[in-house]
Nanobody
Framework: QVQLVESGGGLVQTGGSLRLSCAASGRTFSGYAMGWFRQAPGKEREFVATIKWSGRSTKYADSVEGRFTISRDNNKNTVYLEMNSLKPEDTGVYYC????????????????????WGQGTQVTVSS
């Protein structure tokens, strides 16, 4: 059974930092891009960041560019999201996801291109 399990969420003040982790089990995702998405109350799930299967290419939403860093450790089947300079508008449930296509040449920011999803971890940034 394939599982993606996020951890590391919590409550932090504006300007603070958090590091999210997503551990995959049930299969290896070393050949698949991994992404992070988030969903605020009453809003649609939106793209945050993604990293190519090789780790050599990343893409970020404009709203987090320069503040967030995505990385992966294929030996541990784990992807990370380092979040710095957090703002109240970063509040939401953060989900990790695995691409549906192996070795996709160009990383995708489209949630429909991701097949496996975690259950999410709550991030709350207080003002």
């Amino acid at each position: 059974q394939v599982q993606l399990v996020e951890s590391g969420g919590g409550l932090v003040q504006t300007g603070g930092s958090l590091r999210l982790s997503c551990a995959a089990s049930g299969r290896t995702f070393s050949g698949y891009a991994m992404g992070w998405f988030r969903q605020a109350p009453g809003k649609e799930r939106e793209f945050v960041a993604t990293i190519k299967w090789s780790g050599r290419s990343t893409k970020y939403a404009d709203s987090v560019e320069g503040r967030f860093t995505i990385s992966r450790d294929n030996n541990k089947n784990t992807v990370y999201l380092e979040m710095n300079s957090l703002k109240p508008e970063d509040t939401g449930v953060y989900y990790c996801a695995a691409d549906s296509l192996a070795f996709r040449p160009i990383v995708s920011a489209t949630k429909e291109d991701y097949h496996y999803w975690g259950q999410g971890t709550q991030v709350t940034v207080s003002s």
